[in-house]
């Protein structure tokens, strides 16, 4: 699976929209982008993914770029809740191995 | 929702002792995984298990460690003889299919 890189931490104002960058320069042709986030040290939270297209769902948006060597997750309204660390990772989805490979991710601190 | 669920929540033992940890994953879902993250370090992905086998499983998933779907619902780790360094979070995840893995809250193993 590609690698991916991501800052340490970030800040982010509550109420405003959080956009965490992720690069993946090496991601291949059948390769998704994959977000997840931990509070704390609870379980792993499923965000959201894709492909090519931009996503939404009722947690965040996914933008990809057209190379897909980016992308960036948005969080519209970031509340104090969002306080995580937050992983994107790239994987396939069918025919590779399947195990998410974490990384050390970016610590999202929502302030108030 | 559905959601994975994990027990217990907080398992502490002797070194050298047995440990079970159990999972009930998504109900309709095929594909289940353990994963594990030690205090302050990445989350690192153990074994995934399909059809009654397992189906990767990494370096750290050594003999000491075994997998088992023991009836139609439950799904556990067992650790033969727990050392210090096992002390972690332990994660269950399921997916319907080789994509979307949900992750249960954990278990924090404690081996003293």
């Known amino acids: 699976d590609a690698k991916t890189t991501q800052p340490p931490s970030m800040d982010c104002a509550e109420g405003r929209a959080a956009n965490l960058p992720c690069n993946h320069s090496?991601?291949?042709?059948?390769?998704?982008v994959y977000w997840y986030r931990q509070i704390h040290s609870q379980g792993p939270q499923y965000i959201i993914h894709?492909?090519?297209n931009n996503e939404t769902n009722e947690m965040a948006s996914l933008i990809i770029t057209e190379d897909r060597k980016s992308s960036t997750l948005i969080l519209p309204h970031a509340t104090l809740r969002d306080t995580a660390v937050y992983y994107c990772?790239?994987?396939?989805?069918?025919?590779?191995?399947?195990?998410?490979?974490f990384g050390k991710g970016n610590q999202v601190v929502v302030i108030p | 929702e559905p959601e994975v669920t994990q027990t217990p929540s907080h398992q502490v033992t002797q070194m050298g002792q047995e440990v079970i940890l159990r999972c009930v994953p998504i109900?309709?879902?095929?594909?289940f995984y353990w994963y594990r993250q030690i205090l302050g370090q990445k989350v690192e992905f153990l074994v995934s298990?399909?059809?009654?086998?397992?189906?990767?499983k990494s370096e750290i998933f050594d003999d000491q460690f075994s997998v088992e779907r023991p009836d139609g619902s439950n799904f556990t780790l067992k650790i033969r003889s727990t050392k210090l360094e096992d002390s972690a979070m332990y994660f269950c995840?399921?997916?319907?299919?080789?994509?979307?893995?949900?992750f249960g809250p954990g278990t924090r193993l404690t081996v003293l």
């Open positions: 995840a399921s997916s319907l299919v080789e994509d979307t893995q949900y």
């Open positions: 090496t991601i291949s042709g059948n390769e998704y």
């Open positions: 894709g492909l090519k």
């Open positions: 990772i790239v994987r396939l989805t069918r025919g590779g191995n399947n195990r998410l490979a």
């Open positions: 109900s309709n879902h095929l594909y």
């Open positions: 298990f399909y059809n009654n086998e397992i189906s990767e």
